[in-house]
């Protein structure tokens, strides 16, 4: 699973926007459309592509003590509650 990249497609800049607060608020520094961060042995790659709309996030790496499909459930389950309140 380290290594399968989940791909986001109809991102706008607010969601993006509101992603990168709520990334912040848990530990993760979001301050590029592309980078990578750290968090308790967790390390996260992505890559936001404002006219495409797409964001891709990649879980390269976890401690043995957690398994890559819950962090990226986990990442699922944030990228469609941020989506899914995008007001309209």
Not at 18 to 44: C, M
Not at 47 to 55: G, I, N, S, T, V
Not at 56 to 78: G, M, S, Y
């Amino acid at each position: 699973m380290i290594g399968s990249r989940l791909t986001f497609r109809g991102i706008t800049r607010s969601i993006f926007a509101r992603l990168r607060k709520k990334a912040t608020q848990n530990g993760i520094s979001v301050a590029r459309p592309t980078g990578e961060a750290v968090k308790d042995g967790v390390k996260l790659q992505w890559k936001y592509d404002a006219d495409a709309e797409l964001l891709e996030v990649e879980c390269v790496k976890t401690p043995f003590w957690i398994d890559a499909r819950r962090v990226n459930r986990r990442l699922i389950q944030e990228v469609q509650a941020t989506r899914w309140a995008e007001p309209y």
